[in-house]
T-cell receptor
């Protein structure tokens, strides 16, 4: 069945360093991918998305990379700040589907 | 900025009782969703709703669950006879046409 998963459940980085959060997906028919940030006690918050016809997309301090060959998605956060501490989820949607399927999540901790 | 709102923020109920969770999606959105998140776990899809009917539902969404859009603004999730394992955060989300889902802050359900 379709599934989206993450390589690491936790990641600790120094403030100011760059962070890379990885995600593997198994549904080769997925055409839309998205990263959400979830702070404690809150709902998922959109960070950045990418469609399958792209390999890279940049936002403010964030970059998403998509490697369809190995079905891998990553989120890069530049110059991490204390406010970046959260759980990060990748999610994917199949062609013609309406639902997003979420991965397990990676907890990002920023050390001062 | 428009947002998805959910009530109540927290509900405590006895096992076997009925619970209704309410959501007001973003006003011009067309697709509506309920997800749940058991503490410390990933966000799980329950049901999607479009054009006044369920468009997709997961295995979790059994006969004890129902959704309704009784008027032009509210979107509700009803659990007829709650079980202990229904304890979770329930997130409502909406989407305009395609792209990201916008999530509410969630309703925490505690079943005793």
């Amino acid at each position: 069945g379709e599934s989206v998963g993450l390589h690491l459940p936790t990641l600790s980085v120094q403030e100011g360093d760059n962070s890379i959060i990885n995600c593997a997906y198994s549904n080769s028919a997925s055409d839309y991918f998205i990263w959400y940030k979830q702070e404690s006690g809150k709902g998922p918050q959109f960070i950045i998305d990418i469609r399958s016809n792209m390999d890279k997309r940049q936002g403010q301090r964030v970059t998403v990379l998509l490697n369809k060959t190995v079905k891998h998605l990553s989120l890069q956060i530049a110059a991490t700040q204390p406010g970046d501490s959260a759980v990060y989820f990748c999610a994917e949607r199949g062609v013609g589907a309406q639902k997003l399927v979420f991965g397990q999540g990676t907890r990002l901790t920023i050390n001062p | 900025e428009p947002e998805v709102t959910q009530t109540p923020s927290h509900q405590v109920t006895q096992m076997g009782q009925e619970v209704i969770l309410r959501c007001v999606p973003i006003s011009n959105h067309l697709y509506f969703y309920w997800y749940r998140q058991i503490l410390g776990q990933k966000v799980e899809f329950l049901v999607s709703f479009y054009n006044n009917e369920i468009s997709e539902k997961s295995e979790i969404f059994d006969d004890q669950f129902s959704v309704e859009r009784p008027d032009g603004s509210n979107f509700t999730l009803k659990i007829r006879s709650t079980k202990l394992e229904d304890s979770a955060m329930y997130f409502c989300a909406s989407m305009l046409e395609t792209g990201e889902l916008f999530f509410g802050e969630g309703s925490r359900l505690t079943v005793l």
